[in-house]
Nanobody
């Protein structure tokens, strides 16, 4: 059974950094594209970063140059490193993959950027 378990997150001041982790099980991780989404309070969930099986990455314009997505196939884990955080980055962050046509989501982790 596919499962994504997230860790990390928390509260940080503007300009700070955080790192989110998404540990997977039950999937052939090395073959899968992994994605990170952010859902700000009372807003829709939007894609912020993705990394495919070859390590190719893509980012939303709002996070380019500040966020970095990486993966370790030996550990079945993907990370989202967030630097120079801004109050607008405050959101619940989710990792996601598609397992044989079925969407699989992590449980979400809250990131709060505030002074």
């Amino acid at each position: 059974q596919a499962r994504l378990v997230q860790s990390g997150g928390g509260s940080v001041q503007p300009g700070g950094s955080l790192r989110l982790s998404c540990r997977t099980s039950g999937i052939n991780f090395r073959l899968y594209t992994m994605k990170w989404y952010a859902q700000p309070p009372e807003k829709e969930r939007d894609l912020v970063a993705s990394i495919d099986s070859s390590g190719y990455t893509e980012y939303a314009d709002s996070v380019k140059g500040r966020f970095s997505v990486s993966r370790d196939n030996a550990r079945n884990t993907v990370w989202l490193s967030m630097n120079n955080l801004k109050p607008d980055d405050t959101a619940v962050y989710y990792c996601r993959t598609n397992d044989r046509g079925r969407e699989v989501w992590g449980q979400g982790t809250l990131v709060t950027v505030s002074s």
